[in-house]
């Protein structure tokens, strides 16, 4: 079995980098009802593993710069399967965050699975790697139900995109020069001394954080909104106190993050690669008032989603859709590293059933996506919604970052200065 890599998936192939790899990831807890054996849990994941198809492709590369994939024929799950036993959280963040910082080997197909073992109250985790240029966030969470009880079976592999017309229409190249153009407009010098922008040869770390979601609904209900609009304005508060401590959140302060859009909608849920468009947005990181950073963020997400997500800067991911594979293979070492140049960060919020999983008879506790960093980019941020909690998690090179102490306390912070409004202003709950 063979299909083409579009253009996207190929620019995530060229782009990769020892000190920023360019796969997805993911942190699964579970609890089970009996003793846990890693390896019955390695064997049920490479058994579920070797009836997913696109799990044994790895990518051939042409001269001119294509790619396909291609059925690897020395594939065995058990090369991408592997055990670990830890104790304490501090070590398991320590043993995810080595994990993640990683690069797959793209000689093979290009993702890893690691069982780890040994967490509070009995508890293991799967750590998931998945490289871009195999899927996108939505694309990931089919694959990963697959490896579940119950939910694998239900769920067709990917088939074949359907083929791009080889001379493009003249609307589509009058598309893609509004796109290139807005994408141009928006590009600005690098912040000199900026802490979001960052050398991409210090370690980077993992840093996960819960909270409970029905706090982010009373904030809704109260604001406004939508639950990513709250979320983004959670994080924004966030940033802010982490760039106040280094005097770089001045009234008009702001950081630029890029929020990846779905496609799948209009081209097919089962489209193989990437589907993805984005939003360029301002994160108000200067403003003081945690109500006035959710009313400025809301008005800009309603804007965005209002002209769509095939226009605008945050079209960025569609524009590398659009260049020939052999841009990508010649231009990748530079474009890879200009993403300073349009945005300072990346925030990815990934949709997850909100149906009880399990694995091997053990529930699903927690899921925390874990987003990749740009070169030149101190942090990327990954949320997800799982039934009653939200997962945070970032993947920094800041030290001060770094700490899950601080992450739990910063964002509780903020979720609490957003409920006691009312009480501040002195008007009825």
Same mark, same amino acid.
């Given at each position: 079995?063979?299909?083409? @890599?579009?253009?996207?998936?190929?620019?995530?192939?060229?782009?990769?980098? +020892?000190?920023?790899? !360019?796969?997805?990831?993911?942190?699964?807890?579970?609890?089970?009802?009996?003793?846990?054996?890693?390896?019955?849990?390695?064997?049920?994941?490479?058994?579920?593993?070797?009836?997913?198809?696109?799990?044994?492709?790895?990518?051939?590369?042409?001269? !001119?710069?294509?790619?396909?994939?291609?059925?690897?024929?020395?594939?065995?799950?058990?090369?991408? =399967?592997?055990?670990?036993?830890?104790?304490?959280?501090?070590?398991? /963040?320590?043993? =995810?965050?080595?994990?993640?910082?990683?690069?797959?080997? @793209?000689?093979?197909?290009?993702?890893?699975?690691?069982?780890?073992?040994? @967490?509070?109250?009995?508890?293991?985790?799967?750590?998931?790697?998945?490289?871009?240029?195999?899927?996108?966030?939505?694309?990931?969470?089919?694959?990963?139900?697959?490896?579940?009880?119950?939910?694998?079976?239900?769920?067709?592999?990917?088939?074949?995109?359907?083929?791009?017309?080889?001379? %493009?229409?003249?609307?589509?190249?009058?598309?893609?020069?509004?796109?290139?153009?807005?994408?141009?407009?928006?590009?600005?010098?690098?912040?000199?001394?900026?802490?979001?922008?960052?050398?991409?040869?210090?370690?980077?770390?993992?840093?996960?954080?819960?909270?409970?979601?029905?706090?982010?609904?009373?904030?809704?209900?109260?604001?406004?909104?939508?639950?990513?609009?709250?979320?983004?304005?959670? =994080?924004?508060?966030? !940033?802010?106190?982490?760039?106040?401590?280094?005097?770089?959140?001045?009234?008009?302060?702001?950081?630029?993050?890029?929020?990846?859009? +779905?496609?799948?909608?209009?081209?097919?849920?089962?489209?193989?690669? +990437?589907?993805?468009?984005?939003?360029?947005?301002?994160?108000?990181?200067?403003?003081?008032? %945690?109500?006035?950073?959710?009313?400025?963020?809301? /008005?800009?997400?309603?804007?965005?989603?209002?002209?769509?997500?095939?226009?605008?800067?945050?079209?960025? %991911?569609?524009?590398?859709?659009?260049?020939?594979?052999?841009?990508?293979? @010649?231009? /990748?070492?530079?474009?890879?590293?200009?993403?300073?140049?349009?945005?300072?960060?990346?925030?990815?919020?990934?949709?997850?059933?909100?149906?009880?999983?399990?694995?091997?008879?053990?529930?699903?506790?927690?899921?925390?996506?874990?987003?990749?960093?740009?070169?030149?980019?101190?942090?990327?941020?990954?949320?997800?919604?799982?039934?009653?909690?939200?997962?945070?998690?970032?993947?920094? +090179?800041?030290?001060?970052?770094?700490?899950?102490?601080?992450?739990?306390? =910063?964002?509780?912070?903020?979720? /609490?200065?957003?409920?006691?409004?009312?009480?501040?202003?002195?008007?009825?709950?």
């Amino acid at each position: 079995m063979t299909d083409h @890599l579009s253009p996207l998936d190929i620019a995530f192939l060229a782009m990769e980098g +020892n000190a920023n790899p !360019l796969h997805l990831g993911a942190v699964a807890t579970f609890a089970p009802s009996t003793p846990v054996h890693p390896a019955r849990i390695a064997a049920v994941l490479c058994e579920r593993a070797q009836e997913i198809p696109s799990l044994r492709r790895r990518a051939r590369t042409s001269l !001119l710069g294509g790619a396909r994939w291609v059925e690897d024929p020395g594939f065995a799950p058990e090369d991408h =399967v592997f055990t670990h036993h830890v104790r304490g959280r501090d070590r398991f /963040a320590t043993l =995810v965050s080595h994990l993640m910082a990683q690069p797959l080997d @793209l000689a093979r197909p290009p993702w890893e699975l690691h069982v780890v073992t040994g @967490l509070a109250g009995g508890r293991f985790a799967v750590v998931a790697k998945l490289h871009h240029s195999l899927c996108d966030g939505m694309k990931a969470v089919g694959l990963g139900l697959r490896l579940f009880d119950a939910s694998r079976l239900s769920i067709p592999d990917s088939p074949p995109p359907a083929a791009k017309p080889m001379i %493009p229409s003249l609307r589509g190249i009058k598309d893609t020069i509004d796109i290139a153009s807005s994408v141009l407009m928006n590009t600005r010098p690098p912040t000199l001394n900026s802490p979001v922008l960052t050398s991409s040869t210090r370690p980077r770390r993992v840093v996960m954080s819960r909270l409970d979601l029905a706090d982010v609904h009373r904030i809704r209900r109260e604001h406004g909104g939508t639950v990513n609009d709250v979320l983004l304005a959670l =994080v924004t508060g966030a !940033l802010r106190h982490w760039l106040s401590a280094h005097g770089s959140a001045g009234p008009s302060s702001v950081v630029r993050a890029l929020i990846p859009v +779905n496609q799948r909608s209009r081209s097919g849920d089962g489209a193989s690669g +990437n589907q993805i468009s984005g939003f360029l947005v301002s994160l108000p990181v200067g403003v003081a008032d %945690p109500v006035d950073r959710l009313r400025d963020i809301r /008005a800009q997400m309603e804007s965005a989603k209002a002209a769509g997500p095939d226009r605008g800067a945050g079209a960025l %991911p569609l524009l590398a859709d659009r260049v020939p594979p052999l841009v990508h293979r @010649l231009a /990748a070492p530079v474009m890879g590293r200009c993403a300073p140049l349009l945005f300072d960060t990346l925030v990815t919020s990934v949709p997850l059933p909100s149906v009880p999983l399990s694995l091997d008879g053990a529930a699903l506790c927690e899921m925390y996506p874990v987003a990749p960093v740009a070169p030149g980019h101190a942090v990327g941020i990954a949320l997800s919604v799982y039934r009653s909690s939200v997962h945070v998690c970032l993947n920094t +090179n800041q030290s001060w970052m770094s700490d899950a102490h601080w992450l739990d306390g =910063v964002l509780r912070r903020e979720v /609490a200065s957003l409920q006691d409004t009312r009480e501040l202003v002195g008007l009825p709950r």
